[in-house]
């Protein structure tokens, strides 16, 4: 029997931090919260067993610094660290660290998130995994003329990207041939800004494509499983605002498709822990390999509604040493999330940081909120403007969005703008609702005027 945890500590803040904790205390598990000045109010401070500042309001100076969180662990004495996602959570160099102080970092070896972190590399290595991949080579582009070149062998439209990019940061669409040099002069100098390397390669552009991803978990004795898929094609600029299981675009044939596609990704690289390989599926249902994300997921709870299983435990048991014992899973029932951000949705997503004067999150039966906020609370300007997460299960699709028309309604929260009315508009539209829609669509759709 693999020896357990003690003690871990949670190099994060916010939800997911919160959410860590819970789980841990029902394995047992002792728990240490980190934390800025800026967050010393929030709920993962106040639940955790052990508590310590690592700074002030600032990212670089707080959850970014390496050597204050390793002194953090040196003084509780945690065993294990657990990064959730976002931060320090696909930062080889972090997970390298852990290791030669003996401390369990919750995640993939660090060679694993090397090897999905640089897309040319993830690509080359799917491509001998024989996993579908986006046509297009994945070489560094060496000058626009280069990239003039290679799209019009391959032909428009094209994407370029960021070899080292992330969060839709790095990525121009290019229709046609005039097009391109301004496409590369921004995408390179928002890759340099974002990510300090302004590398770029290219791609066959899909059009009208789905983002369905495949959640997939691997033990430290080289087996991997999946546990089914996620529809993530809800998005503004490339940034998800609502995940479900199971995709309405998805059949049979391709789920046992995508699975296989997603064990052979993972197998490749002998990998260990929870991770998410993300796919475009076009109109045909046609397949390809975008990314493998080396973490646990913003929107896991949606896989573990349908699956029953708790996402973060599983986890922990991998990391402890515990083989897997389940086979791959599917999807009973269905589950949507909504992410409900501190924005304004009405103008433009504009941050709506300040004090939650008055806070009611919804319940009832096959209800679900994530959230580290609460009436008094003051969401600080510094981080991510996501502040809850509203998951409901059912055993349709059509029963589920009834339910979460229902939850949004019932969720309230004064004092700050969210998203909440945003989701509330797209439950209604009919597109959202017969499942026809892509990555683009709302991009394409009117948004009600200034409330």
């Not at 986890?315 to 083989?323: D, L, N």
């Not at 004064?414 to 539209?429: A, D, I, N, R, S």
């Amino acid at each position: 029997m693999a020896e357990k945890f003690k003690k871990i500590l949670i190099a994060n803040r916010g939800e997911i931090a919160l959410r860590i904790i819970r789980t841990a205390r029902e394995m047992g598990i002792k728990t240490v919260a980190i934390y800025s000045t800026a967050d010393r109010e929030s709920l993962h401070v106040r639940f955790a067993d052990e508590a310590v500042c690592i700074g002030p309001p600032s990212s670089a100076d707080s959850y970014l610094s390496i050597p204050k969180i390793m002194a953090a662990v040196e003084i509780t004495n945690a065993d294990a660290v657990h990064p959730g996602y976002g931060f320090l959570s696909e930062n080889a160099d972090f997970a390298e660290i852990c290791t030669e102080y003996g401390i369990k970092f919750i995640g993939p070896q660090p060679q694993h998130i090397r090897q999905m972190g640089d897309k040319i590399t993830a690509k080359d290595t799917m491509i001998k995994a024989k996993v579908p991949v986006v046509p297009g080579d994945g070489a560094l582009l060496k000058s626009v003329e280069d990239g003039l070149k290679q799209a019009k062998e391959m032909g428009y439209p094209v994407m370029i990207k960021a070899t080292a990019g992330g969060g839709g940061k790095g990525m121009r669409m290019i229709p046609k041939a005039e097009d391109f040099q301004g496409a590369w002069d921004s995408a390179r100098a928002e890759a340099k800004a974002a990510f300090g390397n302004d590398g770029m390669y290219m791609e066959k552009y899909i059009v009208k494509p789905r983002h369905i991803e495949i959640q997939v978990l691997g033990d430290q004795y080289g087996k991997v499983i999946h546990l089914s898929e996620r529809d993530c094609s809800i998005q503004r600029r490339h940034q998800k605002l609502v995940e479900e299981c199971p995709s309405p675009f998805m059949t049979d044939e391709l789920r046992e498709a995508m699975g296989k596609a997603a064990i052979k990704a993972g197998e490749a690289i002998n990998y260990e822990g929870v991770g998410t390989v993300e796919f475009l599926v076009d109109a045909d249902r046609n397949f390809y390999f975008m990314e493998m994300n080396t973490r646990i997921q913003v929107e896991h709870p949606v896989t573990e509604e349908v699956i029953d299983h708790d996402l973060i435990k599983e986890q922990i048991k991998v990391a402890y040493g515990e083989p897997i014992s389940g086979e791959s899973y599917y999807p009973k029932g269905h589950a949507i999330e909504c992410r409900i951000n501190a924005e304004d949705p009405w103008n433009n997503f504009r941050p709506s940081p300040g004090k939650i004067t008055s806070f009611h999150s919804s319940k009832g039966h096959g209800v679900r909120v994530d959230t580290h906020v609460y009436a008094g609370y003051t969401i600080p300007p510094y981080y991510d403007s996501m502040i809850a997460k509203l998951i409901v299960r059912a055993p349709t699709r059509e029963e589920a969005i009834t339910k979460m028309e229902r939850a949004l309604n019932e969720f309230i929260i004064e004092g700050v703008k969210t998203t909440v009315p945003f989701h509330q508009w797209l439950m209604k539209q009919e597109d959202f609702r017969s499942g026809n829609f892509d990555t683009g669509w709302l991009g394409h759709q009117e948004l009600p005027k200034d409330k």
